[in-house]
Nanobody, 121 residues
Framework: QVQLVESGGGLVQAGGSLRLSCAAS????????MGWFRQAPGKEREFVAA???????TYYADSVKGRFTISRANAKTVYLQMNSLKSEDTAVYYC???????????????WGQGTQVTVSS
């Protein structure tokens, strides 16, 4: 069984920064791409960013390009550096793991519980 645990959410003013972390555990976790999704109140969950298992490939939603950076510390830890935050970035952010094609489709085998990010204007 694989578990994903997010951390690093919180309250920040518009224009500020936060870094989210996601740690995976479980003996079977290997060679998975990892990604981030978010869900704002009253809206559907949306893709934010993904990174390949090697860390060499990254993907971003247009809404966060140039502001967010996804990176991979190792096989089981991924970060999302969020800069120039806007009020519309307010959402619960979820970590996910699967093949990168599945992540880009939003259909993933493993999900974390989510961490709240609130951006005040």
């Amino acid at each position: 069984q694989v578990q994903l645990v997010e951390s690093g959410g919180g309250l920040v003013q518009a224009g500020g920064s936060l870094r989210l972390s996601c740690a995976a555990s479980g003996r079977t976790f290997s060679n998975y791409a990892m990604g981030w999704f978010r869900q704002a109140p009253g809206k559907e969950r949306e893709f934010v960013a993904a990174v390949t298992w090697s860390g060499s490939g990254t993907y971003y939603a247009d809404s966060v390009k140039g502001r967010f950076t996804i990176s991979r510390a190792n096989a089981k830890t991924v970060y999302l550096q969020m800069n120039s935050l806007k009020s519309e970035d307010t959402a619960v952010y979820y970590c996910a793991a699967d093949r990168v094609t599945s992540i880009l489709k939003g259909v993933c085998d493993y999900w974390g519980q989510g961490t709240q990010v609130t951006v005040s204007s």
